[in-house]
């Protein structure tokens, strides 16, 4: 299929900060692309940079679309004066344009003059390219898809939720139908329904595809290539096969590091081995058979240099293999869990009656050694002040909490270190010895390399500083995990990880979570928060 958008050696900076350096990339048409990274990568630079939005400070952005571009920016604000038909109007200006040409040359026609028949075939074939024989349709279809079909057209935008906003912006653009679709983010604010509508609508449109996700599912479901942007290279890797093929990739990457690894140690050995060997020989103790002498010494010579040539040169290739060496693939990413003499049994957290004043309403919680529970609802439910005070951050107002066990406790937005500690002072913080000594424990954990160990915390994105929070509360020991949204902020492949150690982890987990596929595969307790009131049913 022909290249629709081509991106060469592009790079891009904000404020001295590089975040894309001489990325290449190139799209078909037709293709749904999902860009994944975590958050701070560029993952939004990147779509801006496709959709013009900003300018490369070096390189080229190249789009192909006679059809046009439609783009769905994540914080875009509407004209809050603007009505919701107004918005949905300047969505389809360019088609709404066309069509009113179409008339009047119509009625010139009518009227005999055919001077403009070239130009109204042009038009036609234009407005029949972009469906416009059917925007109104598709206008319906995506507010009712979108569930907005309730809201009147004279609705101004400023008397709408903010979800409400997001998704009029959302029903607008794919109402245009244009040839290549820009979208960031565009699950969020978005009920089941809606996202079941808005997944097979992509899935079935025609044109160019490309979205920003942190949506597993999302992905799982609707994309046919992922470009995943890599903070700490600033470059962008492309998979294809969709996220099946994304996760097949990395575990056989993962794969390989650890065989690379492995035939490294073994030629290490191995030379080591010859050089020590070859340098422990001597010419052959034979005995003098004819009593010649010198020819006898000269055989021994010989032999002395053909060893000692030998071993120069398992020496140079063990230098030149030291010099370059491969590190050890991490570990797989695991909690430490407190194991004593007698396992704690019996209820580890409890709380009666807790309450915090416009935060939390009064709840009651009761989590039993080794228990696994979900806990879900809307913003404003109370979910992060509820860890908050089950974690001994936030005092309540009323009511009383009993924990047992040590804590581990991971914010919805993490605070690891001070501005100007180094990553690993602020992973070593609190612990006995000097920052270097943790070092190795730190790379081997594969959340950072090496040259980022003395970059300061200040400078980290929040990508980076929630695997730094991770790294912390993976090395400590812990009876109970309690986890604020901890897939936020991290790139899919570090999310699957992060879920696979939490299922051998065999403490208590208390987790508020919105991921759907956390969510799907969970196996435990599930506890729903409700807005109004924190009063929830645990089951």
């Not at 293709?31 to 990147?46: A, D, F, P, Q």
């Not at 119509?106 to 038009?123: F, K, T, V």
């Not at 109402?175 to 960031?184: K, T």
């Not at 974690?391 to 309540?396: R, Y």
Request: net charge neutral; charged share 25%; glycine share 10%.
């Amino acid at each position: 299929m022909p290249t629709q958008i081509t991106a060469l050696a592009v790079s891009k900076s904000f404020n001295d900060r590089l975040v894309l350096d001489s990325v290449s990339c190139s799209l078909a048409a037709g293709e749904r692309t999902g860009i994944i990274g975590e958050n701070g990568s560029g993952k939004t630079t990147l779509l801006r940079l496709l959709a013009g939005r900003e300018r490369p400070d070096q390189g080229e952005v190249v789009v192909q679309a006679a059809g046009g571009v439609g783009y769905l920016a994540q914080d875009e604000r509407l004209t809050p004066q603007a009505t919701v038909q107004q918005i949905i109007d300047r969505a389809l200006s360019d088609l709404r344009a066309v069509e009113q040409r179409m008339r009047r040359l119509e009625a010139a026609m009518a009227d005999g003059d055919e001077s403009g028949m070239a130009e109204y075939g042009e038009l036609m074939t234009f407005f029949e390219l972009r469906g416009g024989y059917d925007a109104d349709a598709r206008v319906e279809r995506a507010l009712h898809g979108l569930g907005l079909r309730l809201v009147s057209r004279d609705r101004t935008a400023g008397s709408l939720s903010g979800g409400e906003q997001v998704r009029l912006r959302l029903a607008a653009v794919l109402a245009a139908a244009p040839e290549v679709l820009l979208l960031d983010e565009p699950t969020n604010h978005l009920d089941e329904g809606a996202l079941s509508w808005l997944e097979e609508h992509l899935r079935t449109r025609r044109g160019t595809t490309v979205m920003v996700s942190h949506d597993r599912v999302f992905l799982e479901r609707v994309v046919t290539s992922l470009l995943e942007v890599d903070a700490d290279r600033r470059r962008v890797v492309r998979y294809g096969n969709g996220y099946a093929g994304y996760l097949a990739e990395k575990t056989a990457a993962r794969q390989r590091w650890a065989q690379a690894y492995d035939q490294w140690r073994a030629d290490v050995d191995r030379l080591r081995e010859a050089a020590a060997t070859t340098a422990r020989q001597v010419a052959p103790g034979r005995p003098m058979k004819d009593g010649n002498k010198m020819a006898y010494d000269r055989a021994g010579g010989r032999v002395q240099q053909s060893l000692a040539s030998r071993v120069r040169n398992a020496e140079e290739r063990l230098r030149r293999l030291l010099a370059d060496p491969v590190p050890p693939p991490p570990e797989p990413l695991r909690f430490t869990h407190v194991l004593r003499a007698r396992r704690l049994q019996g209820v580890v957290l409890d709380t009666a009656d807790i309450a915090v004043t416009d935060r939390l309403d009064r709840t009651s919680l009761t989590v039993m050694a080794g228990e696994r529970l979900l806990i879900t609802g809307p913003n404003g439910a109370g979910k992060s002040t509820l860890l908050g005070v089950l974690a001994g951050e936030v005092a309540p107002d009323g009511g009383s909490v009993t924990r047992r066990g040590r804590i581990g406790y991971l914010p919805q937005e993490p605070h690891p270190g001070e501005p100007e500690e180094t990553v690993l002072a602020a992973f070593a913080r609190g612990r006995a010895g000097e920052a270097a000594g943790y070092t190795e424990r730190l790379l081997s954990l594969g959340l950072f390399d090496r040259d980022q160990l003395t970059v300061p915390v200040g400078w980290l994105s929040t990508g980076q500083l929630q695997r730094l929070a991770l790294a912390r509360l993976l090395s400590e020991p812990s009876d109970v995990l309690l986890l604020d949204e901890p897939t936020n902020h991290l790139s899919p492949a570090l999310v699957e990880e992060l879920e696979t150690a939490l299922t051998g982890y065999n403490g208590a987990i208390v987790i508020v979570s919105h991921d759907r596929r956390l969510r799907r595969r969970w196996r435990g307790a599930h506890l729903a928060m409700r807005a109004t009131s924190t009063s929830a049913t645990k089951c």
